[in-house]
Every structure is written in structure tokens, then in C-alpha cells.
């Protein structure tokens, strides 16, 4: 009878493990799986600005009649190129300006 009762306890406890192993699986799959999703196709084919900046000219010049229309199509493209780089550049420098702002008052304190 005591072997039979150590048994049972043990098939139990075998039990016990195996679900929480599942459980642990698959919360690490769901996790997975989000994190996969946010990344999306964006996350996949990467691309600079240089190469959105070529894309969005390529678009946007089918169908234009005159080499006049295809020069002014390109200068805008290539200027909203520009102009995105700089926003970038300002967000970049605001951002490093905001840590020295907190560490200085950290350090104040």
C-alpha cells in the first residue's frame, strides 16, 4: 500500500510539472508571437531614408508628361528627404540634450 500511495504522489507531482512546463511554453510562444507582430514588415526590409526617399520617386513620377514635371517631382521628393533628415537629426540632439538635463539635476541634488 505504501508504494502505491508514493506512486500516485509521484504520477501527481510528474503531472504538476509537465502542465506548468506547458504553461511556460506557451506564454513564451504568445510572447514570441507579439513580439514578431509589432515588428511587422518594417522590421523586415529595413531601408534608409536615401531608399524610401528613391521609392517614393519612383511613385511618384509615373505617368508624368514632360521632363519639366519629372525635375520638379524630384526636387520636391529629394527636399522632403532632406527636411526628414534634419527632423531626425533635431529629435536625436533634443533627446541627448533631455539626458544631460537630468543627470545635471541629479547631480545638483
Known amino acids: 500500500m505504501a508504494s502505491s500511495q508514493a506512486e500516485a504522489a509521484r504520477i501527481r507531482r510528474l503531472q504538476e510539472e509537465r502542465e506548468k512546463a506547458k504553461r511556460d511554453a506557451e506564454a513564451q510562444r504568445k510572447k514570441i508571437k507579439e513580439d514578431n507582430r509589432l515588428k511587422g514588415m518594417e522590421g523586415k526590409f529595413a531601408s534608409t531614408l536615401s531608399e524610401r526617399a528613391e521609392e517614393d520617386f519612383k511613385t511618384q513620377t509615373v505617368g508624368l508628361?514632360?521632363?519639366?514635371?519629372?525635375?520638379?517631382k524630384r526636387k520636391r521628393v529629394y527636399d522632403e528627404q532632406e527636411a526628414?533628415?534634419?527632423?531626425?537629426?533635431?529629435?536625436?540632439?533634443?533627446?541627448?540634450?533631455?539626458?544631460?538635463?537630468?543627470?545635471?539635476?541629479?547631480?545638483?541634488?
Do not use: H, I, P, S
Request: glycine share 2%; proline share 0%.
Open 65 to 72: 508628361v514632360t521632363a519639366d514635371e519629372f525635375r520638379k
Open 84 to 109: 526628414r533628415k534634419e527632423e531626425a537629426a533635431r529629435k536625436a540632439k533634443k533627446g541627448k540634450k533631455k539626458k544631460k538635463t537630468k543627470a545635471a539635476a541629479a547631480a545638483v541634488l
